[in-house]
C-alpha cells in the first residue's frame, strides 16, 4: 500500500476546526488560479466570499456559488466578521458550552426522592423541584 504523504498546513488547519470540508466546491478565480490562496483554508475562504461582495460590488448568489457557500452562509459570516472580525470566522469549539451533568449531591438528592425507578412514568418527572436541596431538577427537552 502507498501512504499518502503528510500535509503540515492541512494538519493544522484541521487541529484549528479552519479546514474547508469541501476545498473542491471553490472555483472562484483567485483560490484556483492563485497558489497564495488555499481552498482548504475556511477562514480564508469565508473572508475572500464577503470581500467580494462588500468591496467588489458583485452579486451575494453569484460569490456564494463561487465559493462553495449558500447565500444563507455567506449572511453568517458577513454578519460575524462585522460583529467580531476575523476570528468570529472560526467555527465554535463543538460540544456543550456549559457544565450539563449532575452533581453528586444533586444525584443522590434525586435518588432519594424516589422517582429514579423501573417504570417510572414521564409525567412524574414533571413534578415541582424539591425544595431546599439545592438542586434544580426541570424536564429535559
Given at each position: 500500500?502507498?501512504?499518502?504523504?503528510?500535509?503540515g498546513k492541512a494538519e493544522e488547519l484541521a487541529r484549528s476546526r479552519t479546514l474547508n470540508p469541501r476545498p473542491e466546491a471553490v472555483v472562484d478565480e483567485a483560490f484556483v488560479s492563485s497558489e497564495f490562496f488555499d481552498a482548504r483554508d475556511l477562514v480564508q475562504v469565508k473572508y475572500g466570499m464577503v470581500?467580494?461582495?462588500?468591496?467588489?460590488g458583485s452579486s451575494v448568489s453569484a460569490v456564494a456559488g463561487a465559493f462553495g457557500?449558500?447565500?444563507q452562509s455567506y449572511y453568517t459570516a458577513a454578519g460575524a466578521l462585522a460583529q467580531g472580525g476575523l476570528q468570529r470566522l472560526v467555527p465554535a469549539k463543538?460540544?456543550?458550552?456549559?457544565?450539563?451533568?449532575l452533581t453528586a449531591r444533586c444525584s443522590s438528592t434525586w435518588r432519594g426522592c424516589g422517582r429514579l425507578t423501573r417504570g417510572c412514568e414521564r409525567r412524574s418527572?414533571?413534578?415541582p423541584r424539591r425544595r431546599g436541596s439545592g438542586c434544580g431538577f426541570t424536564r429535559g427537552r
Open positions: 500500500m502507498a501512504r499518502r504523504a503528510r500535509d470581500r467580494r461582495v462588500e468591496v467588489e457557500f449558500s447565500r463543538p460540544g456543550p458550552r456549559r457544565a450539563h451533568k418527572w414533571r413534578r
